[in-house]
T-cell receptor, first 112, second 114 residues
Framework: GQSLEQPSEVTAVEGAIVQINCTYQ??????LSWYQQHDGGAPTFLSY????GLEETGRFSSFLSRSDSYGYLLLQELQMKDSASYFCAVRSLTGTASKLTFGTGTRLQVTL | DTAVSQTPKYLVTQMGNDKSIKCEQNLGHDTMYWYKQDSKKFLKIMFS???????INETVPNRFSPKSPDKAHLNLHINSLELGDSAVYFC?????????????FGPGTRLTVL
């Protein structure tokens, strides 16, 4: 099976940098994705890492270390609108079937 | 233009009833999914379809029956609703099965079973 761990809550100040960690256990690992979900909204895709290293998309970056079964999402220049839940999700392959297994989510609160 | 749409947005019903949720995507994607998000925000896959073919059935009770009349639509019918079915149900799509890392989610259907 798959399991993912991420902190339940993180608080940071506007303009700061925050890192949300994710550790996973899975078989048939194919990549790690990150999604953002505002209260009452739908999950929206942020980034994906299939290989080790850092992927940068604007203020957001995501990192993966396959050997450590670990990744993180880095949010820079935090804005109030970044207050949301952030989910890491492992993509795994079982035969020809591919699926995303989501972590329990990290609630980020950005304060003034 | 809405990419992935679901109807209804809210559904309140009594235990034992049967209900359906509809999903449509206008992205031209091949693969569609149903997810259930519980009150603790845990998001879990239920089904995935690729070109109308069932790919994943994640040990969901057979009271839940998905139907894909074409690759742009994936509907979810639920029989004999139970209290534990109360949740937000999200439909999602991805361009290909191989692009499953990037999924586009619909706005969700909040189901409340009384």
């Amino acid at each position: 099976g798959q399991s993912l761990e991420q902190p339940s809550e993180v608080t940071a100040v506007e303009g700061a940098i925050v890192q949300i960690n994710c550790t996973y256990q899975t078989s048939g690992f194919y990549g790690l994705s990150w999604y953002q979900q505002h209260d009452g909204g739908a999950p929206t895709f942020l980034s994906y890492n299939a290989l080790d290293g850092l992927e940068e998309t604007g203020r957001f970056s995501s990192f993966l270390s396959r050997s450590d079964s670990y990744g993180y999402l880095l949010l820079q220049e935090l804005q109030m609108k970044d207050s949301a839940s952030y989910f890491c999700a492992v993509r795994s392959l079982t035969g020809t079937a591919s699926k995303l297994t989501f972590g329990t989510g990290t609630r980020l609160q950005v304060t003034l | 233009d809405t990419a992935v749409s679901q109807t209804p947005k809210y559904l309140v019903t009594q235990m034992g009833n049967d209900k359906s949720i509809k999903c449509e995507q206008n992205l031209g994607h091949d693969t569609m999914y149903w997810y259930k998000q519980d009150s603790k925000k845990f998001l879990k896959i239920m089904f995935s379809y690729n070109n109308k073919e069932l790919i994943i059935n994640e040990t969901v009770p057979n009271r839940f029956s998905p139907k894909s009349p074409d690759k742009a639509h994936l509907n979810l019918h639920i029989n004999s609703l139970e209290l534990g079915d109360s949740a937000v149900y999200f439909c999602a799509s991805s361009r290909l099965l191989a692009d499953g890392n990037e999924q586009f989610f619909g706005p969700g259907t909040r189901l409340t079973v009384l």
